[in-house]
């Protein structure tokens, strides 16, 4: 089946520590994001790529890094840079077409700093 | 630019009672609009679309939406509710200005009682 896997689900960081969010999709979309969840807030967009090996910084991009190196993977790093990274991570692809189509979202991952 | 307001962030209803969710958006251009569920610690899935067709727009799991312009609404309504819709609702813009970006609202959290 095609879809969007994001790993792991849940995922527990120390004060000082980067760490890696897996973002995998099969579905051959051209564009990848990464959206960070807070209760209350919605979805705010961190990064974005449309082709392999370009991606732009979103709405909240500091103390955040990507890569998108294959269509298929957009890994997100939270760099010790992020003050406050708990929260709940959505990775997202859409085929092109432009804004009228729809994302297709992961399960999420949820980040936790102890 | 563009965005989404969600009237409500917790709205409770009765089993069997109407639902209405509502979302105003602000855009320039002509939009694109969204209404996605969220089950908690899960990904979003779309729920249904506008994309200048119809203003009518039926979706899953007996859900419709009606793009107004002129109120610049695109309220989200279910005849019955059912214990199974208790969940998060957001509604999302994009548009051709936003390129492939989709702003999302804040959320609407909806109770069901029995």
């Known amino acids: 089946d095609g879809g969007i896997t994001q790993s792991p689900k849940y995922l527990f960081r120390k004060e000082g520590q980067n760490v890696t969010l897996s973002c995998e999709q099969n579905?051959?979309?051209?564009?990848m994001y990464w959206y960070r969840q807070d209760p209350g807030q919605g979805l705010r967009l961190i990064y974005y790529s449309q082709i392999v090996n370009d991606f732009q910084k979103g709405d909240i991009a500091e103390g955040y890094s990507v890569s998108r190196e294959k269509k298929e993977s957009f890994p997100l790093t939270v760099t010790s840079a992020q003050k406050n990274p708990t929260a709940f991570y959505l990775c997202a692809s859409r085929p092109g077409g432009g804004s009228r189509t729809e994302a297709f979202f992961g399960q999420g991952t949820r980040l936790t700093v102890v | 630019a563009q965005s989404v307001t969600q009237l409500g962030s917790h709205v409770s209803v009765s089993e069997g009672a109407l639902v209405l969710l509502r979302c105003n958006y602000s855009?320039?251009?002509?939009?694109?609009l969204f209404w996605y569920v969220q089950y908690p610690n899960q990904g979003l899935q779309l729920l249904l679309k506008?994309?200048?067709?119809?203003?009518l727009v039926k979706g899953i799991n007996g859900f419709e939406a009606e793009f107004k312009k002129s109120e610049t609404s695109f309220h989200l309504t279910k005849p019955s509710a059912h214990m199974s819709d208790a969940a998060e609702y957001l509604c999302?813009?994009?548009?051709?200005?936003?390129?492939?970006?989709?702003?999302f609202g804040a959320g609407t959290r909806l109770f069901v009682k029995a």
């Open positions: 506008y994309t200048s067709a119809a203003t």
């Open positions: 579905l051959n979309h051209d564009a």
């Open positions: 999302a813009v994009s548009g051709e200005s936003g390129g492939f970006k989709t702003i």
């Open positions: 855009s320039s251009v002509p939009p694109y």
